[in-house]
Each structure stands twice: as structure tokens, then as C-alpha cells.
């Protein structure tokens, strides 16, 4: 069992179809990507957040993490010759060319997935991932479903960022049913909210409260723009 995956990866697993390879429907798959990406960099505390509303993203730390998106978005930040937003940079990360292909490329050389090609209609090509180690996605599945169904008090940090950035893309349904979902919608508002995170520092929820919030901000305002 693999449990050294980033958030961004683990976020893919869940938002792939195990046996297509290809993304469930309805989910905003790329912002779960992105908000895992940054939230990595929260978490190991390579960025900051301003204490004014709109939250800038601040450089603390240029220490690379071994993961090449992680540290590319970090580069990204880096060389910006402004400021910007966390939901700006989640916007952009979001928008970042084949960020599904360049999330599930190391997932294929660690044995997770398998990368095919076929074509859509007969004439537009395309690369599916199927899954071919499902423990690391059965795990988490699990994690998340003993997280929300249970009424532990105490709540790793990690899985609340999971928690969180799959509830605002439309990603707990891979996880969870309908009734589940329902029936539990106050626990997981609770989780969401930081409530349960008994080791986690204040600063910590914060960031993982602004990341999840900003990931829920922006897939709004694209729903409401593509309607």
C-alpha cells in the first residue's frame, strides 16, 4: 500500500473511472488537481497566505518537494512579478494544459495506472488511464469513509483537505452514495470547517480552509459561466 501519493494524485485517482480509465462526469476534476497542488504547498509551508481578505499567495520557502508539479507550480509562484490571489492561482493551475496527463504520468511508472490510447468516435485521440493497483484508491476511499461516517473528534489534516477539495468539485460521490451523502451533509460541513482537526495548528486550518474555499469559489463562478 502506497501511501506516500501527493494530494493531487490521490484527488486523480479518485475522479478516474477504474476500469475506462477515463473521468467520472460532472466532477471538476481540475480544480480538485490544482487545489491539491497548492494545498501541498501550504502544508509543507513553502507558501504563505496574507492576512488581508483576498489572500495573497507569499513565497516562505524555495525548497523543492520531489514532485514535479508541486515544485513547478512553486516556480511559477516564484517568478511572478506580482502577487496574486490563491483562487487566482488555482485558476491557473486549473487551466494548465494536460495537467491530468502530467498528474498521472508518474502514477503509470509507479505501477498505479496504465496509460492506453483510443479515439473517441473513431477520430479524436485520446489517452485513458485505467487503474491497475487499486490499494492506494482503496485506501483512501476507506480513509474518507471511516472519516465521514464515524464520529472521531480527531482528524488528520491531509483528510480534511481530501474531504474538503472533493466536496467543492463534485468528487465524494466516487466515494460515498447519495444517501450517504445526505444523511452525513452536517459532518462533513463540520470536517470542511476545520472542526475535528485536533493536531493541526490554527494556521494550518486556516490555509486548508482558504485552499478548499477558493476551490469552491472558482468552480462556482465557472459552473455559472458556462450555463
Known sequence: MNNHLFLHEELLLLALRDQKGTIHSNTNYNYAIAGGIIAELLLRKRISLSSGKKK?????????????????????????????????????????????????????????????????????????????????????IERIRQ???????????????????????NLLKTCLDKTELKQHKDRIKNIVNGEYVGSATTEAIQAMQAAAAAVAVTTVAVSAGSQ
Open 147 to 169: 472519516t465521514v461516517l464515524n464520529a472521531s473528534d480527531n482528524i488528520e489534516p491531509r483528510t480534511v483537505l481530501i474531504i474538503s477539495l472533493a466536496k467543492s468539485t
Open 56 to 140: 495573497h499567495v507569499k513565497i516562505a520557502d524555495t525548497t523543492t518537494t520531489g514532485n514535479r508539479l508541486v515544485d513547478e507550480a512553486l516556480e511559477k509562484i516564484r517568478e511572478s512579478r506580482r502577487e496574486k490571489t490563491l483562487q487566482t492561482w488555482i485558476q491557473k493551475l486549473a487551466d494548465t494544459g494536460k495537467i491530468k496527463h502530467k498528474v498521472a504520468e508518474p502514477l503509470v511508472q509507479q505501477g498505479l495506472l496504465r496509460m492506453e490510447r483510443d479515439k473517441v468516435l473513431g477520430i479524436f485521440p485520446r489517452k485513458r488511464y485505467p487503474t491497475v493497483d487499486r490499494q492506494p484508491e482503496q485506501y483512501l
